[in-house]
C-alpha cells in the first residue's frame, strides 16, 4: 500500500514536472536528459540501500519466497518512477532490467499470465528509450 501512496505522489509530482517545470531552450517541452555519473551511483544506491530495507522486512514479516528479489523490483520501480518524472532517459533501462527480473519471478512462482503482462511492459520500456533516444538527439 505504500508503494501505491508514493506512485500517486510522484505521478502526480510527474505530471507537474512535465507542465509547469523546467523548459528547454525555446520555452516548449521539458527536454529528454541523461544522468551523469554522479546521479547513476546516487540511483545504484538509492536502488541497493532500499532494496536491503524492505528485503529485510519481507524476509522477517511477510511470507514472500523471493523477499530480496521482490525489494529489489519494488526499489528499482520506486527509482525509475522518479527518474521518469524528471525525464531522464535512463528510466527505461531501469524499467527493463526491473521487468525483466520481474518475469523471473513470476516464472518461478508459476504465474505466466503475469509473465506475459511484464514481457509487454518490457517491450514497451525498449520502445520508450528507442523513441526517447531519438528525441535526445533531434537536440
Do not use: C, H
Not at 34 to 51: D, K, P
Not at 54 to 65: M, V
Amino acid at each position: 500500500m505504500i508503494l501505491q501512496v508514493y506512485y500517486l505522489f510522484i505521478s502526480l509530482y510527474g505530471w507537474y514536472y512535465w507542465l509547469k517545470g523546467e523548459k528547454d531552450k525555446s520555452g516548449e517541452k521539458i527536454p529528454v536528459r541523461r544522468a551523469s555519473g554522479l546521479e547513476w551511483s546516487v540511483f545504484i544506491f538509492i536502488t541497493v540501500i532500499l532494496s536491503v530495507i524492505i528485503g529485510f522486512i519481507l524476509d522477517n514479516y511477510t511470507d514472500s519466497p523471493v523477499p530480496y528479489w521482490d525489494a529489489f523490483t519494488s526499489s528499482g520501480s520506486v527509482v525509475a518512477t522518479w527518474m521518469l518524472a524528471r525525464k531522464y532517459l535512463e528510466n527505461w533501462l531501469f524499467w527493463i532490467i526491473v521487468d525483466f527480473v520481474s518475469m523471473g519471478i513470476y516464472i518461478y512462482r508459476d504465474l505466466y499470465p503475469t509473465v506475459l503482462l511484464f514481457f509487454v511492459y518490457t517491450s514497451m520500456a525498449f520502445i520508450g528509450y528507442i523513441n526517447w533516444k531519438k528525441d535526445l538527439k533531434k537536440r
